[in-house]
């Protein structure tokens, strides 16, 4: 069953990845071609007033869709040093600790965030150039923390253990 889970966690986490790279490339060129047309051309550059508003939303859907990438991976904070340190029963209360806390942390903000996000779908609020809801900008909160969650789960079931993967600096860079 876990094998199954950790499986199709991996390949959602794969469909992030892919994901979060369009919307930075996708991004990137937008903001280049509206460079481009405010240095070259000013008079079109109110027409594309709407590349800055659907950066911001992909700005705002990067950060959240990554969260759960770089729990996986073992980017953030995991006190690695402080558990080294711990004799092994005492290291694994410690994990199931962090895991557990993440995983209620990311539980109440996936509720703080549907809330927020109806509400805010609730009130009609609309973007000003794209004229699209503006809950759009606010789903992203339940959807990330909603994976992060997942990958908190996986770790406190014993399923995948990011504190036992080497970490290269120089990856992704």
């Known amino acids: 069953?876990?094998?199954?889970?950790?499986a199709l966690l991996r390949r959602v986490q794969t469909l992030q990845g892919v994901l979060l790279g369009l919307l930075m490339?996708?991004?990137?060129f937008g903001y280049?071609?509206?460079v481009l047309v405010r240095e070259v051309i000013p008079s079109l550059a109110p027409r594309l007033a709407w590349?800055?508003?659907?950066?911001l939303f992909g700005l705002v859907w990067i950060v959240f869709l990554a969260l759960g990438l770089g729990l996986e991976s073992g980017r953030h904070i995991g006190m690695r040093m402080l558990?080294?340190?711990?004799?092994?029963p005492t290291r694994r209360i410690a994990k199931a600790a962090i895991n557990m806390l993440g995983l209620l942390i990311s539980v109440?903000?996936?509720?703080?965030?549907?809330?927020?996000t109806l509400f805010v779908a609730?009130?009609?609020q609309a973007s000003p150039t794209l004229g699209i809801s503006v809950a759009w900008l606010y789903w992203v909160v339940p959807v990330g923390f909603m994976l992060l969650a997942?990958?908190?789960?996986?770790?406190?079931?014993?399923?995948?253990d990011r504190f036992e993967r080497e970490i290269d600096p120089m990856h992704h860079l």
């Not at 490339?25 to 990137?28: G, I, K, N, P, Q």
């Not at 990958?151 to 995948?160: D, I």
């Open 1 to 6: 069953m876990g094998g199954r889970i950790v």
């Open 150 to 160: 997942l990958q908190y789960f996986v770790e406190l079931l014993g399923w995948s």
């Open 32 to 34: 280049t071609a509206n």
């Open 83 to 88: 558990l080294s340190r711990m004799p092994s």
């Open 51 to 55: 590349i800055d508003e659907i950066s």
């Open 25 to 28: 490339l996708s991004m990137t």
């Open 108 to 116: 109440y903000m996936v509720k703080v965030g549907l809330e927020i």
């Open 122 to 124: 609730r009130s009609g």
